[in-house]
């Protein structure tokens, strides 16, 4: 929102904000009058005038692209004295995405927002929450030869994750579980014996770990959701495969914790029936 401020108020910011602006960027008044066209005689008056005068909006266009600086800024209409595409590329960013359980990009993440609520909807089963065996059967095609020593690196950082003063709220289409109970579909021919313990260890790990970890069940017929995660106020992430989709700008990061909270509204089992749900999915594994 843009507050009206008198003509004069205006210009005299303007002055100030150029002003600025040139200290900044060490722009002489004879270096600027060049690269926004004009003589150094009119860019000095403008800038020593007292009253209300303000330049047309070509020089302010001038002066703004010159140094570096949106013209809404030099005109006291944003906060803000970045130009429009680089606000862009400070709020919307790609980081590679690995195929692997160590993300060093994923951990710094949790780092900055240890303090703060973490909401995440997985790409399939959250690691975080998954067994060894379970992380061996999934990743063991792509890491190869160094599959132990990434699930002790990701061990570590788990263990980091829960002493965190983070709480978690993870939200799982209840299609992606029963998928996983039964061999079905990416998960065939995960044995019976770790599916039982891998389900064994969500029910027990929701039990001792609630209510700083909070899982939701939605129906994903009703409600979907691509895999993102929301650090907190602070950036929300969504997967795209081989890249994270990065936002940090308020809007989009409170417009992505809204469709989560929309998760949570629509899940279908509520907490207090969840170790039911697991005991029930257990008992139906031969």
């Not at 692209?65 to 004295?81: E, K, Q, T, Y």
């Not at 983070?166 to 065939?188: C, K, L, N, Q, T």
């Not at 021919?189 to 899982?215: I, K, M, N």
Request: charge should be neutral; proline fraction near 4%; charged fraction near 25%.
């Amino acid at each position: 929102m843009v507050i009206k401020i008198d003509k004069r108020d205006r210009a005299q910011l303007f002055r100030e904000r150029l002003l600025a602006a040139m200290t900044q960027t060490n722009t002489t008044q004879s270096g600027l009058a060049r690269q926004a066209g004009v003589d150094r005689s009119t860019l000095s008056q403008l800038l020593k005038d007292q009253g209300a005068r303000l330049p047309n909006a070509q020089l302010v266009a001038e002066c703004a692209a010159a140094l570096g600086v949106s013209a809404d800024w030099l005109l006291g209409l944003s906060d803000r004295p970045e130009q429009a595409a680089d606000l862009v590329a400070t709020a919307i960013s790609m980081t590679e995405a690995p195929r692997a359980m160590v993300d060093d990009q994923i951990f710094a993440w949790h780092q900055e927002a240890a303090g703060y609520k973490i909401r995440h909807v997985p790409a399939g089963l959250p690691d975080m929450l998954k067994t060894v065996d379970i992380l061996r059967w999934e990743y063991a095609p792509s890491l190869g030869k160094t599959i132990e020593q990434a699930i002790g690196a990701s061990t570590d950082r788990l263990n980091w994750m829960r002493g965190s003063r983070s709480d978690y709220e993870i939200a799982i289409p209840m299609s992606e579980v029963e998928a996983f109970a039964r061999a079905e579909g990416y998960y065939a021919g995960v044995p019976s014996a770790l599916r039982r313990a891998q389900l064994l260890q969500f029910r027990d790990l929701h039990t001792q770990l609630y209510p700083t970890l909070r899982l939701h069940l939605f129906d994903q017929r009703e409600l979907y959701s691509a895999p993102v995660t929301v650090f907190g106020p602070l950036l929300a992430v969504i997967y795209i495969g081989q890249n994270y989709l990065v936002f940090r700008d308020t809007e989009r990061v409170t417009a992505i914790t809204t469709h989560f909270d929309a998760l949570v509204r629509a899940a279908s089992i509520s907490q207090k029936d969840l170790t039911t749900y697991f005991d029930r999915l257990i008992r139906r594994i031969t």
